[in-house]
């Protein structure tokens, strides 16, 4: 196990390196000059000469290279640089919107395992009858919506409709978070449902269960002491897929309810090209997707302890 953890935590980075410089290099192959765009962001003409004395300031004019290890340099030393819009220091700032985006992420995961597991598990035990059919048709609506149009729809029942919660989020009250964790998670629900669905068909047509029921032993208790514990794997996979996409993709969400997350600062540093704070959650995604794929894949032995990790086996 030790050894396994070395091993992944040394892979992490290489990862990082290779994550950040691509990441580094798209951003000013882009095209456009930052400077010249935050003057026209700000609605002042400035001098040539005073446009090439900024960009001297911000160290755009260093060869790429050089800006690259400048910028991972600080990173190293905790110091994410400077925002070119606003000014202020990039890590203060995305820590102050890393709370929010928590909150959101925790709480639609928390609706997903709520709404998709029981209708998945309902849809596998009444397969191919009323309940099943209902199911399906409902998961295949809700993977066709796009999650802006989910936000929408949901905008317009519950705060327009009906003013049930407020239209824009107004903090990170009970009321403004109902909306976007509810469209976060009917999308993920509509997806994890079906596969929930076949992981637990697959399990109830082992020998095993026919076992079971030849024994006389109920239904119920062959269900949640041992179906439900062999896909727990498929289960933890799924939620930990959902952490990793939640953590680091909510943008589209955050900017439609104004939720005030690390997702909306990526939107509108993209908008303003503030290269700093994109990098900061280039970052910040990659740290999240490595951390919760370690965790996943730790948490399998404990759940199964068939499995067995890198160096363990034997």
Known sequence: MKKYIVKRLLWLIPIFL?????SFAVMRLAGGDV???MAENSGITLSEETLEAQREALGLDQPFLVQYLTWLGGFVTGNLGKSYVSGQEVFPAFLSRLPATLLLAVTSVALTVVISIPLGILAAVRQNRAADYLIRLV?????????FFVALL?????????????????GTGWKSLVLPALTLA????????????????EELGKDY????????????????????????????????????SLLGGTAIVESVFMWDGVGKLAVDAIRMRD???????????????VTVNLI???????LDPRIRLGGDAG
């Open 18 to 22: 290779g994550i950040t410089f691509l």
């Open 35 to 37: 400077v010249q765009q």
């Open 139 to 147: 998961s295949f609506i809700g993977n066709s919506l796009p999650n």
């Open 154 to 170: 949901l905008m317009y029942l519950l705060a327009v409709r009906f003013p049930v919660f407020p239209v824009i989020s107004t």
């Open 186 to 201: 009917i999308a993920m629900s509509a997806k994890y449902l079906r596969q929930i669905r076949a992981a637990v068909l």
């Open 209 to 244: 269960v026919t076992g079971a029921r030849a024994r006389g032993i109920p239904f119920s208790v062959t269900l949640r002491k041992s179906v439900l514990r062999s896909c727990l794997t498929t289960i933890l996979t799924l939620l930990s897929l959902s952490i990793g």
């Open 275 to 289: 290269y700093p704070v994109i990098q900061a959650y280039v970052v910040w995604m990659a740290v999240i997707y």
């Open 296 to 302: 996943t894949d730790l948490s399998y032995r404990l």
